[in-house]
């Protein structure tokens, strides 16, 4: 079966990975690979901390692709002979102040709930295992289940183990017969055929000719690379999220020393690097571990995370030769295993009774369909404002 697969983001790329493991024969479509949202992901695996309300369905997604992690890591890093970062060092989440300790009990009663391990723990013990965690830190959430891993280690492995399968040039259009997609159209002019077309363009599915409309938002971040300088290193041994203020930051700290400062989140369209938003990031960081801005600023990546309406995935057949994967909003990287495992047995008709009940509904695009004509409907929630992954 010859599959091309349109985008070589996280989500093409593991598709591609799990349509090769079948023995499908795959081409990989993309100007940039692993240049989108993939390239500025910080990489949280967060499952408990990343329920929120008002999102359940999403909520047992994460736990399944959890749950693939440790083996999908290790099937890549063995067939690429690269390390991807992968950390399976716990998470602590802390509270700025009593208000957001506040907020933060709330939430480990929902964590609880859904099945996640979470504990509370005070100021002083948090500090006993990060002693970098400032003085005003009056409470944190203990989360063992909580990894990371390097996107771009992980997308470059990837790239790297496909091996000559890529075209480096954008998809401009499907071609279809009959009802039917039999191939892409490619910029270049070219076109390829196929038995079967994957869209996996990320927040860029739309501007593809020929892909139904999907409703799609692009929710922009920021987000920046530090290292600490030699004397304080290693300033932190595991992912620090919290709340300053009722806003959500994070600091990552890699195996290799990187550390990671996430995310803004806004959807004002703007695709350049905001000042008051790096601004914003350095200051409540700052309040969580007062160091960090000791640290050396090594990148600083601006992306539009793929937002659906309701913050799940959009995946599934749009026509017999077709199937849609995107709409992995702020989790992308922690869905890889699970989206790149479902999306290709749904290009070769494989048993899907692994996913969690109910998933081909929960992920279909056909949920938005009164919702698809030419104008989508917006975003059914907003984003509270601050830092997300
Ligand atoms: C700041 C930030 C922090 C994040 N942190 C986390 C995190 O900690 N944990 C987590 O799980 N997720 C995180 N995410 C979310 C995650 O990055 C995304 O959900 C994920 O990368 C989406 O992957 P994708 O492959 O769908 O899209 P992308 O990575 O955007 O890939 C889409 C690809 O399609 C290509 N493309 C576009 N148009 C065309 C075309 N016409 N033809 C061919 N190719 C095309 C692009 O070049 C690109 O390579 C974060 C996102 C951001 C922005």
């Known amino acids: 079966m010859h599959v091309v697969v349109i985008g070589a983001g996280i989500i093409g790329l593991s598709t591609a990975w799990n349509l090769r493991a079948r023995g499908a024969d795959v081409t990989l479509i993309d100007p940039a690979p692993a240049a989108g949202a993939s390239h500025a992901a910080a990489g949280m695996l967060a499952p408990a901390a990343e329920v929120v309300w008002g999102q359940s369905p999403l909520y047992p997604l994460m736990r399944a692709s959890s749950e693939l ?38 939430l480990i009663e929902l964590q609880s709930a859904n099945g996640f391990e979470v504990s509370l723990m005070t100021g002083s013990a948090a500090r006993d295992l990060e002693p970098s965690l400032a003085p005003g830190v009056c409470g944190a959430v203990r989360i063992p289940g909580d990894h990371s891993i390097d996107p771009r280690r992980l997308t470059s492995a990837l790239v790297s183990v496909l091996g000559d399968v890529h075209v480096r040039s954008a998809a401009s259009a499907l071609v279809r017969e009959d009802g039917r997609t039999v191939g892409v159209a490619l910029e270049d002019g070219s076109s390829v055929r ?51 203020a ?63 309406p309701d913050d799940v995935p959009i995946i599934g057949r749009v026509d017999d030769g077709c199937v849609v994967s995107t709409g992995f909003f702020r989790h992308g990287i922690l ?28 992920v279909s695009p056909a949920r938005f369909a009164p919702h698809t004509d030419s104008h989508p409907q917006p975003a059914s929630h907003h984003q509270p404002a601050g830092s997300h992954p």
């Open 246 to 308: 009722g806003r959500p930051v994070y600091v990552v700290a890699r195996p290799d020393g990187e550390l990671v400062l996430g995310a803004t989140s806004r959807e004002d369209g703007r695709s350049g690097t905001s000042a008051g938003g790096v601004h914003q990031l350095l200051r409540d960081a700052e309040r969580l571990v007062p160091s960090i801005l000791e640290c050396e600023i090594t990148d600083i990546t601006t992306r539009a995370r793929p937002g659906s």
């Open 194 to 244: 196929a038995e079967h077309v994957v869209v996996a363009a990320g927040a860029a599915c739309n501007a593809i000719g020929g892909v139904p409309d999907l409703p799609l938002r692009e929710v922009w971040g920021e987000v920046i690379r530090l290292r600490a300088p030699a004397h304080l290193a290693p300033l932190l041994t595991r992912t620090v999220r919290g709340l300053v």
């Open 69 to 106: 992690y440790p083996d999908f890591a290790a099937e890549v890093a063995s067939a690429s002979g690269r390390d991807l970062g992968y950390s399976t060092a716990e998470t602590l989440v802390c509270a700025g102040d009593r208000a957001d300790l506040a907020t933060l009990r709330e």
């Open 335 to 362: 869905l890889a295993p699970f989206g790149g495992r479902l999306t290709a047995d749904l290009v070769t008709g494989a048993d899907t009774s692994w996913a969690p009940p109910g998933t081909l509904d929960v």
